[in-house]
């Protein structure tokens, strides 16, 4: 089973949500149904690369210095 794209205000709105520091993936599941994975892929996708990898290393970063974190 596909999944269709979400259309691009949704898309925009997980883009928002994803590049904030204070929502987590599971506030994301919560709301849209897409898990970490699917997050990022998207991220990946809708992104420059450069900000992609700015932000990949802003949540490593954070997810190791704090407990619960994205």
Do not use: C
Request: proline letters at 6%; a positive charge; charged letters at 30%.
């Amino acid at each position: 089973m596909t999944l269709k794209p979400p259309d691009a205000a949704v898309l925009s709105e997980i883009i928002e949500m994803a590049l904030s520091d204070h929502i987590s993936f599971d506030m994301i599941r919560a709301q849209h149904g897409l898990g970490p994975d699917q997050v990022k892929s998207l991220m990946r996708a809708n992104l420059k690369p450069g900000s992609y990898r700015a932000w990949r290393k802003r949540v490593r970063t954070f997810g190791d210095r704090r407990e619960v974190y994205k």
